[in-house]
């Protein structure tokens, strides 16, 4: 069974870089099939999506958010991560990583989740 | 940006009732790009319906999905219990985006 794990700091002040990494376990990474992508939800609020990458590298971005953002990927230890610069107070959510898959484009499998909270 | 519109807001029905939700696009999205997630409170999305109308594995057959163009929607023919939840569509087009999410309460 596939499991995503997202991990990293849970606390960011501002203007500062949030970093979470998501370890992928039971599949590849490198599956030709699917996306890896980042998600987050504002307390209360609904769902948006910040970017995915592919095993290659290849990376998609939400366009609101593409100036701050950076996905990468470590195919060696199946993993891929986020960077989130120059944070505020609106970056605090609970951040997602999770897998997309091609063709019908959803996300099927999911991490837990982690609050990051950005605050001095 | 395609921009998804749910409603109503808040369902507030009974076990056993008949929910019908809507997804309203501000653009056509192709039915093949279309999802509907599930979640509950403290526990990450769930996915229920992709393409439309195709039920993810696993999910039950109460649950169904239709719609095309800029007008989609969820059915739960017969409410369970543990079927009180937000639900979320999801579209791609020239990007990704979620609808704002409906509430269905007891």
């Known amino acids: 069974q596939l499991q995503l794990q997202e991990s990293g700091p849970g606390l960011v002040k501002p203007s500062e870089t949030l970093s979470l990494t998501c370890t992928v376990s039971?599949?590849?990474?490198?599956?030709?099939?699917?996306?890896w992508g980042w998600i987050r939800q504002p307390p209360g609020k609904g769902l948006e999506w910040i970017g995915s990458i592919y095993f290659s590298g290849s990376t998609y971005y939400n366009p609101s958010l593409k100036s701050r953002v950076t996905i990468s990927v470590d195919t060696s230890k199946n993993q891929f991560s986020l960077k989130l610069s120059s944070v505020t107070a609106a970056d605090t959510a609970v951040y997602y990583c999770?897998?997309?898959?091609?063709?019908?484009?959803?996300?099927?499998?999911w991490g837990q989740g982690t609050l990051v909270t950005v605050s001095s | 940006e395609i921009v998804l519109t749910q409603s109503p807001g808040t369902l507030s029905l009974s076990p056993g009732e008949r929910a019908t939700l809507s997804c309203r696009a501000s653009q056509h999205v192709s039915s093949t790009y279309l999802a509907w997630y599930q979640q509950k409170p403290g526990q990450a999305p769930r996915l229920l319906i992709y393409?439309?109308?195709n039920r993810a594995t696993g999910i039950p057959d109460r649950f169904s999905g239709s719609g095309s163009g800029t007008d989609f929607t969820l059915t739960i023919s017969r409410l369970e219990p543990e079927d009180f939840a937000v639900y979320s569509c999801?579209?791609?087009?020239?990007?990704?985006?979620f609808g704002g999410g409906t509430k269905v309460e007891i």
């Open positions: 999801q579209q791609y087009g020239s990007s990704l985006t």
């Open positions: 393409g439309a109308s």
């Open positions: 039971g599949g590849s990474i490198s599956s030709s099939d699917n996306y």
């Open positions: 999770a897998r997309l898959t091609f063709g019908n484009v959803y996300f099927d499998y």
